[in-house]
């Protein structure tokens, strides 16, 4: 879900917030279908690891992903391994900031929509139904 800044920011907004790449993200619980362990061995080839989409792919990993999302995306089930799912929080809309100019159009093509300081750290507001491929995957 995207919230219009025109509506004065009055709608709150759920969040499922993990961890993935180094970097603290936020998704609306309604695309949230449910959240499980993360186990190499038993988890299917169909499920994506955020951290790969994001991450410098010369980087190496200092930790495996501990968590699965799966997830309401464009009418299907999409799963995705996250490293941390971490808490659920409430916010209300004005607390989300727009993107700046300069990294909206490379945010927006990886679905990222806004972001939240909380805590002293940002988090970025992710919509799956937005991340190009993920839901084209094979179920």
């Known amino acids: 879900m995207r919230i219009s800044w025109e509506d004065g920011g009055q709608t709150t907004l759920r969040l499922v917030l993990f961890s993935a790449a180094g970097a603290c993200f936020g ?19 169909e499920v994506v690891i955020l951290a790969e989409r994001f991450a410098n792919h010369t980087a190496s990993r200092s930790y495996p992903p501990t968590a699965i999302l799966e997830l309401r995306c ?6 995705v391994a996250v490293d941390r799912v971490e808490e659920f929080i409430e916010i209300s809309g004005d607390a989300i900031l727009p993107l700046p100019d300069l990294v909206r159009p490379y945010a ?10 909380r805590d002293g750290r940002m988090l970025l507001l992710l919509d799956f139904a ?5 839901c084209d995957l094979p179920r």
């Open 27 to 45: 998704v609306d619980t309604r695309q949230v279908a449910a959240i499980g362990d993360y186990t190499p061995d038993a988890t299917p080839h």
């Open 74 to 79: 464009n009418s299907r089930i999409c799963r």
């Open 108 to 117: 927006v093509k990886s679905g990222i929509w806004g972001v939240i300081v």
């Open 130 to 134: 937005e991340l190009p491929g993920l």
